[in-house]
């Protein structure tokens, strides 16, 4: 929920067209924090869990645990502004 959410907000500011500074560190931060949370908590429990183990699980972690919620909020963000008149 966390990451479509701010899916949802990364792309409420980019269409938005207002960037203005706060806006702007806020979303700075946000995808920081998501950063470096999906690496701390997706990506290294992967590699550890799978330390001997070939392949490239921590990335399909990753990208279903991660990558797939964030980009259906934003797309969810564009759905929505393609129904507003």
């Given at each position: 929920?966390?990451?479509?959410s701010?899916?949802f ?7 938005s067209?207002v ?5 702007t ?17 997706v ?43």
């Amino acid at each position: 929920m966390v990451l479509l959410s701010s899916g949802f907000f990364t792309a409420d500011f980019l269409l938005s067209g207002v960037y203005t500074w706060p806006r702007t560190s806020r979303i700075v931060g946000l995808t920081i924090t998501l950063v470096v949370l999906s690496y701390e908590f997706v990506y290294k429990e992967q590699r550890a869990r799978h330390a001997g183990l070939r392949g490239d699980r921590p990335l399909s972690a990753l990208l279903f645990s991660c990558v797939i919620p964030y980009t259906i909020g934003a797309l969810a963000l564009v759905a929505l502004s393609r129904l507003a008149p």
